[in-house]
């Protein structure tokens, strides 16, 4: 059963629209580098929701295999280059993990 990892941030003030795309990009590669990984999708709010969104900007769903494979995801060096990405665009992090 597909594991939903899902990811709201607040930006810094002052990120790029180039930083921003840098994090996409790099987020997207990592489906078929990291075993498990099935999709990574990223954007922001919709606006017609935007003002319920608690000032968080973007979000992330990661679709992964099986609850096995979130062990693998974390460490591996392709997620943790775009973990780095993400630390230097965001302040405010939140994540949520759901199994349907």
Known sequence: MPVYHVLLFK???G????QIDG???AGKQMV???????DFQVG????ITAHRAKGFDMGVVAIL???ADITGYGPHPAH???HELREQITE?????DMQF
């Open 65 to 67: 295999e099986n609850v």
């Open 80 to 82: 943790r280059e775009v």
């Open 15 to 18: 990120v790029s629209q180039e």
């Open 32 to 38: 078929g580098k990291i075993p498990g990984l099935r």
């Open 44 to 47: 922001p709010a919709l606006a």
């Open 92 to 96: 405010d992090t939140l994540a949520f």
């Open 11 to 13: 930006l810094k003030p």
């Open 23 to 25: 994090f996409c990009g």
